[in-house]
């Protein structure tokens, strides 16, 4: 389970300009600096690597992106997308000099993305994907919304995060959770629950609608809201937030169990894998974390194991589960990652963790 927060937001806006200066000693003292507000601390990053807070004073930062003119485009639960103009004073003493309103729009919530050339801008609400043509030089959007994918509200995981393929220039893939933390509906595929889907913006012919139209790239995925196209091959992974509360033949297994996953859901470009489209499991199957607290479990982790929604006894339908994609990787429960992005060498890709409110141990927070 996610929890949004405005910390999150700002240090990944500070990781990432980090990860762009690796080489800045991490002593380096800058002009300007902002202080976090308390009671935040200052984060501690790796050798190498330094953090900075750019900039304050945001409603719920969810999602950033770079537009071609170095803007930080920042979607901003509740208001809408802002551009902030950065002043690099070199050392990694990166600070946010003005800021523009591009969208006013207090549907947006999450997602946020701009085209390979610059000139479209997309960002989604808990209902619809939208475009805009957008001057970068400006910072302003040049058109009304256009509406790209519609008929995608529900309650509780209401965020809609976004990804353009650069392997399959024009295809936008788009990650819908469930409405709840079981959704017993997410089991039809009919619903459009828990999925992620990719829609053809060169086909484009009035909004597409996500129950019914574009390429099922996985379903079954409970909560899937980072998703990444691996540079060299084009795979493409997604990281997911996992069940709350769990327990299984009447045993509370949360604080293990299950595992948050890393997913891989195939290829746009045609490649063949098993994985693309496949069911990952959610609602009826999840991940082993630690196996020694699932009752009556005889796999191993990172393999799958059902609780019993429609079934009084569990463990009597893991042999279901063999059917079901498991992740590529498991993660500790509760880590809550919420992002994904490869470096360009497709050497590596880091993952942020929110951690969440369903762990008596703190983790990843
Ligand atoms: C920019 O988008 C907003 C909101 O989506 C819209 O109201 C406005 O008219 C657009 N601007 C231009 C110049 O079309
Ligand atoms: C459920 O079924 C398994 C496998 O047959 C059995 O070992 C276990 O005792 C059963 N659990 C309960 C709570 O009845």
């Not at 409603?59 to 997308?81: A, N, W």
């Not at 948050?260 to 994985?275: A, T």
């Not at 429609?310 to 009597?316: A, E, G, H, T, V």
Request: hydrophobic share 35%; proline share 5%.
């Amino acid at each position: 389970m996610e929890r949004p927060s405005f910390r999150l937001v700002l240090l990944l806006v500070a990781g990432l300009i980090a990860g762009a200066q690796a080489k800045v000693h991490a002593a380096s003292k800058c002009a300007t600096t902002l202080t976090p507000a308390k009671p935040y601390p200052a984060p501690s990053v790796a050798s190498g690597y330094v953090a900075r807070l750019v900039a304050t004073g945001l409603t719920s930062p969810r999602g950033i992106k770079f537009d071609s003119e170095d803007h930080l485009l920042v979607v901003e639960q509740t208001v809408g997308v802002t551009a902030l103009t950065l002043n690099d004073a070199g050392q990694g003493c990166i600070i946010e000099k003005s800021r523009n309103t591009v969208i006013t729009d207090n549907t947006l919530n999450h997602g946020i993305e701009i085209s390979a050339d610059g000139k479209t801008l997309f960002a989604s609400s808990s209902a619809n994907a939208y475009m805009w043509d957008y001057d970068a030089k400006k910072a302003m959007n040049t058109s009304d919304p256009k509406t790209i994918v519609n008929n995608m509200d529900n309650s509780d995981h209401a965020t809609r995060t976004l990804l353009l393929s650069k392997k399959v220039p024009g295809m936008l893939m788009v990650t819908r959770g469930s409405t709840s933390n079981i959704d017993a509906s997410s089991e039809k595929k009919s619903s459009g629950h828990s999925q992620i889907k990719a829609f053809d913006l060169n086909k484009l012919n009035g909004p597409y609608d996500f129950d019914n139209d574009g390429k099922l790239m996985g379903w079954g995925l409970r909560n899937d809201v980072g998703i990444a196209e691996e540079p060299l091959h084009g795979g493409i992974y997604s990281v997911e937030n996992s069940v709350d509360q769990m327990s299984r033949d009447g045993v509370d297994i949360h604080n293990t169990n299950p595992a948050e996953e890393l997913n891989f859901l195939g290829y746009l470009d045609g490649k063949s894998s098993p994985n693309e489209g496949a069911n990952f499991g959610y609602p009826d199957c999840y991940t082993a974390w630690d196996v020694s607290t699932i009752p009556h479990f005889n796999g191993q982790p990172g393999e799958q194991f059902s609780i019993g929604m429609f079934n009084k006894n569990d463990s009597l339908k893991d042999d279901g589960c063999a059917s079901r994609q498991a992740p590529r990787l498991p993660f500790h429960p509760h880590m809550a990652p919420l992002d994904i992005l490869f470096n360009d060498e497709g050497s590596a890709a880091w993952i942020t963790f929110h951690g969440s409110w369903d762990s008596d141990v703190p983790v990843g927070q």
